[in-house]
């Protein structure tokens, strides 16, 4: 049974920063083809949306409202994903999702998965960010 367990999140300024972590466990990687991890968030009121996707081969593909401020990546050795977030805005408000693909052929496409996290196999409980104006 995998298990994705996010944390980070917290409370700042707008222009402010956090970094957010996420430990993937009860997958053996090497036992897939490929893999993509990502961020997703949920504002108050609104659908879940990808934020930012990086597959096995470190490609990256971002939503265009975080282009610039956020950087995703991951730490194989660890089993572990980061999203540090820069010069955050009241807009990033939200629960944040760690979500995981898992490929038993054939790679995973970072944009496909941004694209419609749908594709995920597995989620974290999320972490809450709350950006003050």
């Known amino acids: 049974q995998a298990q994705l367990v996010e944390s980070g999140g917290g409370s700042v300024q707008a222009g402010g920063s956090l970094r957010l972590s996420c430990v993937v466990s009860?997958?053996?990687?090497?036992?897939?083809?490929?893999?993509?991890l990502g961020w997703v968030r949920q504002a108050p009121g609104s659908e879940r949306e990808g934020v930012a996707i990086i597959a096995d081969d470190d490609t990256t593909s971002y939503a265009d409202s975080v282009k610039g401020r956020f950087i995703i990546s991951q730490d194989s050795a660890k089993n572990t994903l980061y999203l540090q977030m820069n010069n955050l805005k009241p807009e990033d408000n939200g629960m944040y999702y760690c979500?995981?693909?898992?490929?038993?052929?054939?790679?995973?496409?970072?944009?496909?998965?941004?694209?419609?996290?749908?594709?995920?196999?597995?989620w974290g409980q999320g972490t809450q960010v709350t950006v003050a104006s």
């Open positions: 979500a995981a693909r898992f490929m038993e052929e054939g790679p995973c496409y970072s944009d496909d998965v941004l694209e419609n996290i749908a594709l995920f196999h597995a």
């Open positions: 009860g997958y053996i990687f090497s036992g897939y083809s490929s893999y993509c």
